[in-house]
């Protein structure tokens, strides 16, 4: 079989990159994000916080923008644009005249115009701005790796202490409280992982396409699995599949490797959609 | 818990309770009354009357803002099977052991003891087979069984039950009865909260909520046709049907 598949060079167009050390880095980082957006990804697809995570992941563009100028490090600035979005969506909601979403995609837009005014026109900051948006994967530094890690050992944790919690208080959020589960301090802990995992996915695959790790697997997992723990393995299983074809496309290809993942992350989603729904017509 | 330690835990004392949501109107007035192990007391009320305000003082979740509120024994609180999201990857099984989840500190595993108490209390409610059956795939009238288990699996000597009959078929309705009946011979106290008068008039006590109480005491003696104009006002319609009045609401839920 082995022989076969040498014979079509399919093993050696699997194997040789990953031979070479800044993809064997970018496969680390892959598996590591994998890890941590596909847990916490579950819990922001049951919680109905995808668009909030997109649009989180959205409103770091001008942090990132105005990191290198400023002199601050990214990570900082990022989470500091990406709090500044929470704060003004809670003011924003606050007296409910607006709409959670509508407030997201208002704020949303405003960031992404924001970062692209002062990219082009204050800072110049020219090819960075697409580093900025779609992620470096193949060129990731020591920080960024730490970073994942840290994220994807969050994420282990929090999922094994607080998926009960997250759990309960998703399932119903007014009865939770008398379950004598802690929902508002679980709340609050999911939203802050949710920002150190934007935060730690933002260098690999962009402001834009955070929702490519963040979202997407967890999103497709959802299609496949009724039962907690299999969507959770599912979607980091898929985050870490979709992750290394989207790396792979990237080197072959001479792919940006953000753009390349979201592709295939789109493709998978679409043709398990497709089967599931075929599965139930036939049912 | 047995049920003779139930009976003697289980109470619930209401006085002069007065409730607000922060710094809003306040939501409820002037509520006094007991409730004792083994008695079902409809809760009864138009929307917005303090049905759900009451529910929440009960549960702790809400500040009194004058009065007090005492519950003797565990207090669970059962929702409108509505309210819950039915797309979510729970079975029956994970929401009954969800009453596990308040007693479990969140470095430990589910126990075996509480997995049997979850089997246990699925069997209960006649639902043993459904245990690993996805809760939004099960029935209206199955769902709110399920929720009843929660509260057993809780151990709750007081169960507040948010409208347990809306979208119930009539079985199901009969089916929940039934086990309502067994938890109060267990002298644990139920609050029910309904909009359905003649079922109020089957409890041991009824309660009239409409922003203040109204009434409180045995169905006979409290729905008068003075005390239903007074609690749900013009949502109501009055047929005399002459040994008693015969309420018919505009709407319900």
């Not at chain 1, 929470?86 to 909601?93: E, I, Q, V």
């Not at chain 1, 282990?156 to 997250?166: N, S």
């Not at chain 1, 695959?205 to 963040?214: E, M, R």
């Not at chain 2, 003696?221 to 749900?232: H, P, S, W």
Request: charged share 15%; aromatic share 6%.
């Amino acid at each position: 079989m082995r022989t076969v598949f040498d014979k079509l060079g399919l093993v050696r167009w699997l194997t040789d990159p990953l031979a070479i050390p800044f993809m064997q880095r970018a496969l680390l980082a892959t598996l590591l994000l994998a890890v941590a957006a596909g847990l916490l990804g579950t819990w922001v697809v049951l919680r109905r916080l995808a668009f909030f995570a997109h649009a989180a992941g959205t409103a770091t563009f001008p942090g990132l923008v105005v990191a290198g100028p400023w002199g601050l490090a990214a990570p900082i600035a990022a989470l500091g644009a990406g709090l500044g979005f929470a704060g003004l969506l809670a003011r924003m909601t606050r007296r409910g005249t607006t709409s959670a979403d509508a407030a997201t995609g208002l704020l949303l837009t405003a960031a992404l115009a924001l970062g692209t005014i002062l990219a082009s026109d204050v800072y110049e900051s020219g090819t960075a701005v697409d580093r900025l948006l779609f992620g470096t994967l193949l060129g990731l530094g020591d920080g960024d790796i730490a970073l994942a890690a840290a994220a994807a050992l969050a994420a282990v944790i929090a999922t094994a202490a607080l998926g009960r919690t997250w759990l309960a208080t998703g399932f119903d959020p007014a009865g939770a409280p008398a379950l004598g589960v802690r929902a508002a301090r679980g709340d609050r802990l999911l939203l802050a992982l949710l920002a150190l995992t934007v935060v730690a996915v933002l260098p690999a695959v962009g402001a834009l396409l955070v929702s490519t790790l963040l979202v997407v697997p967890a999103a497709t997992a959802r299609l496949l699995t009724g039962a907690l723990a299999p969507l959770l393995a599912g979607a980091v299983a898929l985050a870490a599949a979709e992750g290394l074809g989207g790396l792979l496309l990237a080197y072959h290809l001479d792919l940006p490797p953000g753009p390349a993942i979201a592709v295939i992350g789109g493709g998978v989603f679409a043709l398990v959609a497709l089967a599931s729904s075929k599965r139930q017509t036939v049912s | 818990m047995s049920a003779a330690s139930a009976a003697a835990a289980s109470g619930v004392q209401v006085q002069d309770l007065s409730a607000s949501y922060g710094s809003a109107a306040i939501a409820l007035r002037e509520v006094t009354f007991t409730a004792t192990g083994g008695q079902a007391v409809a809760v009864l009320g138009p929307n917005g009357g303090g049905k759900t305000t009451l529910f929440r003082a009960l549960l702790g979740e809400l500040e009194a803002t004058t009065g007090s509120v005492t519950v003797h024994g565990t207090i669970a609180y059962v929702p409108q099977t509505e309210r819950s999201r039915l797309d979510f990857p729970v079975s029956a099984l994970d929401v009954a052991l969800m009453g596990a989840y308040g007693r479990t500190p969140w470095f430990r595993r589910i126990t075996a003891g509480d997995r049997a108490a979850a089997r246990a209390a699925l069997e209960r409610v006649d639902l043993a087979d459904r245990a690993g059956t996805r809760f939004g795939a099960l029935s209206g009238g199955q769902r709110q069984r399920v929720l009843i288990a929660r509260a057993l699996v809780q151990d709750a000597h007081v169960l507040l039950l948010d409208e347990p009959f809306a979208g119930v078929d009539r079985t199901s309705e009969e089916a929940i009865m039934g086990i309502l009946a067994g938890l109060r011979a267990e002298g644990r106290v139920l609050l029910i909260a309904t909009h359905d008068v003649e079922q109020a008039r089957g409890w041991d006590r009824v309660l009239c909520l409409a922003g203040a109480q109204i009434a409180y005491g045995p169905p006979a003696e409290t729905l008068t046709n003075a005390v239903l104009e007074g609690t749900y006002g013009e949502e109501i319609v009055m047929l005399d049907c002459g040994h008693r009045a015969v309420a018919i609401q505009h709407h319900s839920h």
